[in-house]
């Protein structure tokens, strides 16, 4: 079955330096769907942990399978506009519409 529409729950505005998580997730698709997010349209990165010589200010935790992307310290640069795709591998991939996230 296709993923429906995902649901994102994106704060509108988080204060600099707090742990902040973004949640992404449907019900219908069949198998489970993954979830990819995108910051300012951009596919953001799966990593895990402070990201390293290469990406020094990932301050992200992205987890594919639960739609779950979390910021352990937010900062200014983490502003911007978030939405997320899911997919299944089973017709179209679906995604919610685009919030913006203040910090």
Same mark, same amino acid.
């Given at each position: 079955v296709a993923p429906s529409t995902p649901v994102c729950e994106v704060p509108s505005s988080a204060m600099t330096g707090t742990v902040v998580e973004l949640s992404c997730k449907e019900t219908e698709g069949s198998p489970p769907s993954h979830y990819q997010w995108y910051k300012n349209g951009v596919a #953001? #990165? %799966?990593?895990?942990?402070? !990201?390293n010589a290469r990406t020094p200010n990932i301050t992200y935790t992205m987890n594919k399978k639960s739609g779950t992307l979390l910021f352990n310290t937010v900062t200014k640069n983490d502003t911007g506009e978030y939405f997320? %795709?899911? +997919?299944? !591998?089973? !017709? #179209? +991939?679906?995604k919610c519409s685009v919030k913006r996230m203040q910090v």
């Open positions: #953001l #990165l %799966e990593k895990t942990g402070r !990201g997320c %795709e899911a +997919s299944n !591998g089973i !017709g #179209l +991939s679906q």
